[in-house]
């Protein structure tokens, strides 16, 4: 799939039914991005036929037998035994789905490390450079040879019901490769936006629950105390372990056990 049929074709759908505006630099590191980590994944039971996959909890399982021979070869993946892995199967379903039909365009599903992807997309830049510098000068070629030698067309041979064999159309096979592409892509960049949104809303939660927890925020809360006493309740309030108790009260409730204490 060159640069020029994903500027052309895939980004005006995905960005019209994302509602975004994505360039293709962009779509490319996505897509490189992903498929990375999915094959992360996938080196797994590539390995080791022991490896298996909890649903409810989002990790990867296996004997520890198997854990200790993969980490020899890997030793730098030992977070895939204890961490949870929320896209997996969303992964699984748009990779092993594309390669299932054969859409290996974008070398979804293949067994090729992100390094050689990177490589192949910007030989695939170059390319498309090279090809509209050398557009006007390869049409006139072919116009010219067209004009030389048209060939002729041939006509349908009829089956044996006097009908027209079925034949495969090029323009409706690339059509449906470009439809299957355009699918598999937004399943993508859904589940990037999806991650985005989950991880913008955990970062929001831990900060929340940061402040939450925050004896000199809670402390701030309490209008008009001078700076000195602040300081006393918060030396206070760690001296008697009282942080969660006072982190409880209100601050009317605060206010009162700063006045009887400090």
Not at 21 to 27: A, G
Not at 59 to 87: I, L, Q
Not at 224 to 238: F, G, N, R, S
């Amino acid at each position: 799939m060159t640069k020029t049929t994903v500027e052309a074709k895939i980004l005006p759908v995905l960005n019209k039914q994302l509602g975004c505006n994505k360039s293709y630099k962009h779509y490319m590191n996505r897509m490189k991005s992903l498929r990375k980590e999915y094959n992360g994944y996938a080196e797994l039971f590539r390995c080791s036929s022991g490896f298996g996959w909890d649903p409810i909890t989002k990790r990867f399982t296996a004997p520890d037998e198997v854990w200790k021979e993969y980490f020899k070869g890997h030793p730098n993946s030992e977070n895939m035994r204890d961490n949870t892995f929320e896209d997996f199967e969303d992964l699984q379903i748009i990779f092993e789905s594309a390669t299932a039909r054969g859409n290996n365009s974008f070398g979804l599903g293949d067994d090729a490390n992100a390094e050689a992807f990177e490589v192949e997309n910007d030989v695939q830049e170059k390319e498309d450079e090279i090809h509209t510098e050398n557009v006007t000068e390869t049409n006139e070629t072919t116009l010219r040879a067209s004009k030389e030698k048209l060939p002729s067309r041939k006509r349908a041979k009829p089956n044996g019901d006097g009908d027209a064999s079925e034949s495969i159309n090029p323009g409706d096979r690339s059509e449906k490769v470009l439809t299957e592409m355009i699918g598999v892509s937004t399943n993508i960049m859904n589940l990037m936006q999806q991650r985005e949104e989950r991880h913008q809303k955990e970062a929001e939660e831990k900060e929340a629950e940061k402040r939450k927890n925050n004896v000199w925020d809670a402390i701030k809360e309490i209008p008009d105390l001078e700076q000195d006493i602040c300081y006393d309740a918060v030396t206070k309030i760690h001296t008697l372990n009282m942080k969660d108790v006072f982190l409880r009260m209100k601050v009317e409730e605060r206010l009162g056990w700063i006045r009887r204490n400090v």
